[in-house]
């Protein structure tokens, strides 16, 4: 059974920083790219990050660019995300994707996590 576990949110003031992890099961996702979306209440999930399967390639929305930093652990069943600089507007549940190619687009996903909740107070 494949699974994709996230932890990590939490509730942190504005300008702060949280670290999410993703932990991958049930199967071998060392040739999978992975990423993380977000969905804010009453809004569309929206990608954040993206990493390709050998962790050399990375790519961000223009939102988090430059605050978000995205990596992989050593056995590539782990993706990480580093957020700093939060904003309230990067208040939303944040979920870890994997897919076969990298992706910006929700339906290109293969597999999600359950969600972590991230809250920034201003």
């Known amino acids: 059974q494949v699974q994709l576990v996230e932890s990590g949110g939490g509730l942190v003031q504005a300008g702060g920083s949280l670290r999410l992890s993703c932990a991958a099961s049930?199967?071998?996702?060392?040739?999978?790219?992975m990423g993380w979306f977000r969905q804010a209440p009453g809004k569309e999930r929206e990608f954040a990050a993206t990493i390709n399967w050998s962790g050399g390639s990375t790519y961000y929305a223009d939102s988090v660019k430059g605050r978000f930093t995205i990596t992989r652990g050593s056995a590539k069943n782990t993706v990480y995300l580093q957020m700093n600089n939060l904003k309230p507007e990067d208040t939303a549940v944040y979920y870890c994707?994997?897919?076969?190619?990298?992706?910006?687009?929700?339906?290109?996903?293969?597999?999600w996590g359950q969600g972590t909740q991230v809250t920034v107070s201003s």
């Open positions: 049930g199967r071998t996702f060392s040739n999978y790219a």
């Open positions: 994707a994997a897919s076969h190619a990298t992706t910006s687009q929700a339906t290109g996903i293969r597999f």
